[in-house]
């Protein structure tokens, strides 16, 4: 078997695709790690909840009051109070009618689609979902078609060439993880209705962040809840904490209850932790200005580092925290070549600047193919409310530094 492996494991040290993992110390976004300080620019925590210490005291309290693990799935005796309460507060905050927990956001995608789709069925899904989604369809059995990115006239056309009498589901992240762009759920949702398709919306990176009161992209958009089927949720980015949620119907998360294998068939979320999602909840709505200064960082960030461009380094049109820069095609070519040397000449410039980044003490993640399509390769920065301005400068200076520094002999050559 090791043979096997190690063969595998050497063409994807060869082809650059090797990914590694690093161990961090400390609190986000300032970890130590390698022995040095970073600033991070990479994680989802995107209201700097993660190491608020209101959320470690809950934490410790429903600890104590439920214990630190369900001990059983949530339908043999797993499922508790603070459990019950999350579920509440989660239907309410994206006003469906009921919300159910399962222990992380890949799970509730397996859970939601696997339940709804069997072999005849479709699903419908943008182009750029979340991997997740795409698993799901396959756990499901269900044909996986997909429509042009954020493209709901396109998902109208694919719609109506479908047979009438297959089940079909459309679905689409809220905010896109690797570009930062928001789908539009009106125009999604009238097509829906016109061709008698669900919507399902996994909005993972959208709630917390988006809306007045932090209910995600479909507040944002003002749609009433009832024209989305399906949304999920996470715990683990805006609110801190781990774990996710299905929100929709009572008779949706009735049967999700009833027939969802990835539901039944596991421990249940740790109850200290929903207890602690709770004092979540009351933070994302009851301090707005931690939403107002993200936007803040945000507009600074799009306005300083559109400079780039001079350097073949491109912003992405995204209103949200998620910021890629994509490296342009400049940065394939070897210097003194006028033609891109190689493919993946940009994945390995992805790669140089985000390490001249950790060097400077700065952490962001350089994104490659497979994870986003050749010749996109990116540099991605999360903003956190947890950032000041002031640490936005230092990444926008360290960023400017290495560009300069490693497109002499890049772009102008
Ligand atoms: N959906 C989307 C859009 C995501 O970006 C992610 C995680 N990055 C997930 C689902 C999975 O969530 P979790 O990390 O809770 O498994």
Known sequence: MDSVLAARLARQRQRQRYRQRATTTGIGPRFRRDGGERLAF????????????????ALTEGARRFGTGGGASHLVCGHSEAHERLESRLAEL???????????????NLGVISTLLGRRDVAL???LNHASLLDATRLAGARLERFAHRDADDCGQRLATLAANRRTL??????????????DLDDLAVQCERHRAWLMVDDAHGLGVLGDEGGGTRQAQGIAPCRIAVTVGTLGKALGTQGAFVAGSETLIDALIQFSRPYIYTTSLSPALAWATLTSLDIVRGEPERR????????KFRREAAGLRELDLHLMPSPTPIQPLVVGPSWGRAPGEGRASERGGNEAAALALAAALQDAGTWCSAIRPPTVPEGTSRLRFTL???????????LLSVLFDAARRLSSGGPSA
């Open 42 to 57: 990479c994680s989802n925590d995107y209201l700097g909840l993660a190491g608020d210490p209101r959320l470690a005291e």
């Open 94 to 108: 994206t006003g469906c009618s009921r919300a159910l927990l399962f222990s992380s956001g890949y799970q509730a």
């Open 125 to 127: 899904h943008d182009r």
């Open 170 to 183: 459309v679905v689409s992240d809220g905010v896109f993880s690797m570009d930062g762009d928001v789908a």
């Open 292 to 299: 107002s200064h993200l936007a803040s960082l945000i507009a």
């Open 384 to 394: 956190s409310a947890a950032h000041t301005h002031d640490d936005l400068d230092r």
